[in-house]
């Protein structure tokens, strides 16, 4: 099974702490606190922005728990255009102060789509995540706001756990996850979620 563990900061904040942070404690003690301060706030903005605390995930069976911080800005019916069915899609916008990291709604194995972002379509890249119990879900993470791409830690053929780190996106941006057709969605528009922590869906099996 794929791992992303690391501690309450995520990764991607590692170098830029570790350099302003260095420069920080080089100006304070070669020059002074006072010319030291902007550096240290800095130091602070960065913990903010780069937070990535842990989180409880619900004992449900064949529940689907948020894969991101954010609002959710659309509960519809629709194509799914990864897979190639109906389906239903829920959109989570992040908040670009908010916590960046992305979370596995299920566990299971992720798979390559049937279409991606090489598709003459233009897709968004997504990726499909298949259930011990045979469900796909396909979750696309979309580029953030400054058009970076975000970075997805799974790769094709791994296994994850629910809840687990799967993906960061600098700044935050629109995450949507495609789910069965027959799935009971447990959010509505506006509402507030935290990423592996809040039930948005249920998987239903007869």
């Known amino acids: 099974m794929a791992t992303s563990r690391y ?22 003690y070669q020059i002074g606190w006072l010319w030291s301060v902007p550096l240290w706030a800095l130091v602070i903005l960065l913990l903010f922005l780069f937070r990535d605390p842990a989180r409880t995930v619900p004992s449900a069976p064949l ?6 911080d954010g ?3 659309l509960v519809e019916t629709c194509n799914d255009p990864y897979l190639d069915r109906d389906a239903r899609r829920i959109t989570i ?10 979370r596995s709604p299920a566990e299971g194995k992720m798979l390559e789509p049937k279409r991606d972002s090489s598709d003459p379509t233009g897709l968004p890249h ?3 995540l298949q259930t011990d119990e045979g469900d796909d879900l396909v979750i696309v993470m979309n ?18 756990g629910q809840g687990q780190r799967c993906g960061f996106i600098t700044l935050g941006s629109t995450v949507d996850i495609y789910l069965p ?6 959010v509505q ?8 922590a809040d039930v948005i869906a249920q998987l239903v099996h007869k």
Not at 63 to 68: D, G, H, K, Q, R
Not at 181 to 186: A, F, V, Y
Not at 189 to 196: D, L, Q
């Open 63 to 68: 529940a689907v728990v948020s894969p991101a």
């Open 126 to 128: 997504g990726v499909c």
């Open 7 to 28: 501690p309450f900061i995520a990764r991607e904040g590692w170098l830029s702490l570790f350099l302003v942070g260095g420069a920080a404690a080089t100006v304070f």
């Open 93 to 102: 916008r992040m908040h670009p102060y908010g916590v960046y990291s992305t």
């Open 71 to 73: 609002r959710v800005t």
């Open 181 to 186: 057709l027959n799935s009971r969605i447990k």
């Open 143 to 160: 580029r953030g706001p400054l058009r970076n791409p975000p970075r997805c830690y799974v790769r094709f053929g791994e296994r994850v």
């Open 189 to 196: 528009e506006g509402e507030r979620v935290h990423a592996g």
